[in-house]
């Protein structure tokens, strides 16, 4: 078997959130650290679509950073393609930057509006030395025309398009550089259902043309369950399950994503008894001991409020819980309409 195309061992970030040094010395307070991410750790293989999901707060936008460099790593490895990008020099990683670029969350914050929507295609190529001359021109025109766009719309400004047509742009430009890897940061979110499905369409039409590799972010179970191959679900910074996308949505092995799914809207009408979410994720600054899910936990033991679960196999994955392997829950995917 192919060695996977990213490896992510043990990845953790921490922000120093600290008062300035006399306020902490006149209120006598010890610095302060926020932990975005814990130990994470999965590997994406190339071709395939790699998701992950959780609460605002629970670190996926901080480690799809990481993976592009926009953030340092407090500990742990990243490893494209064979090459540790956390120990690879400056030469080294302009080198291997073209391999992989981002697509954003809000696709008018992330284009410049001074520059026109050419410019803004181009730039990765002139980077990168992709293309030269007249190349440059054609294949922003080819790329336009990629993604549902048309060549003329290169003269305009960013602002004269719908948000749909700037997110296409922005997936125009990620691809100008010609990767092999992207990572997509909730890239729906801001856009209207029906536009969602053409972005994702695209999206996964695109990666089937050019082979393609995703880490793809998300909120939405249902988009999860149309892009993603398998899965990853993060709660306070640390993954508490990685499974099969089916085998999630079918017997999901901890309580959290259980909750997740159980927050989806039941448009079956099945009648189904569900269990309400409640609670809050805990500050990230002074998370509660042992498991941090104890507090909204229906399936809480003493040991959880102490020692801290190591992941253990389940059917479909691996799942950090001391209750699991748990049954499957019936169908939970069919509550999950794809988009």
Known sequence: MDKPLL??????????????????VLERQDRAFLTAAADVSFEINKGETFALVGESGSGKSTIAKMLVGLVKASEGRIVFDGNDLTAASPAQMRRLRRRF????????????????????????????????GAEIGREVA?????????????????????????????????????????????????????VQAQILNLMRD?????????????????????????????YLGRLVEVSGG????????????????????????????????????????????????HPRCPLVMDRCRVDLPPPVATPGGVSACFAAPLGPVGDAAARVVAV
């Not at 490896?7 to 902490?24: H, I, M, Y």
């Not at 050419?118 to 990765?124: T, V």
């Not at 092995?253 to 809050?280: C, F, I, N, W």
């Open 7 to 24: 490896q992510v061992q043990g990845l953790t970030r921490r922000f120093d959130v600290s008062k300035p040094w006399l306020n902490r």
């Open 101 to 132: 670029q981002m697509i954003f969350q809000d696709p008018f914050a992330s284009l410049n509006p001074r520059w026109r929507v050419g410019r803004i295609i181009a730039e990765p190529m002139r980077t990168f030395g992709t293309a030269h």
């Open 142 to 194: 080819r790329l336009l025309e990629t993604v549902g766009l048309s060549a003329a719309d290169a003269a305009k400004f960013p602002h004269e398009f719908s948000g749909g047509q700037r997110q296409r742009i922005a997936i125009a430009r990620a691809l100008s550089s010609k990767p092999e890897f992207i990572v997509c940061d909730e890239p729906t979110s801001a856009l209207d259902v029906s």
């Open 206 to 234: 695109l990666q089937d043309e050019l082979g393609l590799t995703y880490l793809f972010i998300s909120h939405d179970l249902s988009v999860v369950r149309h892009m993603a191959s398998r899965i990853g679900v993060l």
């Open 246 to 293: 089916k085998e999630l949505f079918r017997a999901p092995q901890h309580p959290y994503t259980r909750m997740l799914l159980d927050a989806v809207p039941d448009l079956a009408m099945s009648g189904k008894r569900r269990t309400p979410v409640t609670g809050e994720i805990p500050n990230p600054i002074d998370p509660p001991p042992g498991c941090a899910f």
